[in-house]
């Protein structure tokens, strides 16, 4: 019973952000939110390129790839961390250079890995972890309060760029193991979807991890 009200609550709250995207509207999106300047962008992720790749594709599978990914969900995050809301010990010589840019600049950086194109990734050759990664990612499992990753995901991995839910598809296997082990443990807690992330990661094992993170890495469209 308590699981089947922890998948409700969580399905609740995604509904709830999304309801709140919907009827926000582009008017109380940041100026210029949909349309950072790519070409500006380029200029400003010089101190980016060593850990996250000259073209955004990351070449260690503990740092993620930001080829690709939606505009939003960069701008805001880069905003955590400039803010002092999002803490990771790698960008943390990185904060000052954030600290020290417009708000603009950030649209543009956002907007610059967006127009990339993230590199494909290979998932392990494991029949039962495939199998119940895709099992997870799909349908989810309302017996232990996890929903389908693809509400807010999509079915390709391409996320929702309105919402600023992330694409995942194709993202390091090792970041995204990561990434839920720090949802799991609330150690990521950095705006409202973290919210959403934490009710779904409290109730994942380490093997559902496992299997989600080398699903999420090997899938395309």
Known sequence: ??????????FSLIFSINAAEKSAGAEDMPQGFISGDAT???????????????????????WPKLAGQNQRYLY?????FKDGERNNALMMSVIPYLQALQDSDILDIA??????E??????????????LG?????????????????ACHSVYGQGNSLAGYLAIAGQQVGYLTSTLKAYRSKE???G???????????????????????????LYK
């Not at 019973?1 to 969580?10: G, Y």
């Not at 907007?111 to 990339?116: K, T």
């Not at 993230?118 to 199998?131: C, I, K, P, V």
């Open 118 to 131: 993230m590199s494909g990734g290979q998932a392990r050759n494991d029949e039962e972890l495939l199998e």
């Open 76 to 80: 805001e995050q880069l905003q955590y």
């Open 111 to 116: 907007a610059f890995y967006e127009s990339l």
């Open 188 to 190: 990521r807690n950095s």
């Open 1 to 10: 019973m308590k699981s089947f009200l922890v998948f409700i609550a969580s």
């Open 192 to 218: 409202e979807q973290a919210l959403v992330m934490q009710s779904i990661a409290q109730n994942l094992s380490d093997q559902e991890i496992d299997a989600l993170a080398n699903y999420m890495h090997g």
């Open 40 to 62: 500006k962008g380029s200029a400003l992720v010089g101190v980016c390129a060593s850990c996250h790749g000259v073209d955004g594709n990351s070449i260690s599978s503990d």
């Open 134 to 150: 895709a099992t997870l990612y799909r349908f989810g499992n309302m017996k232990k309060g996890i929903p389908a990753c693809t």
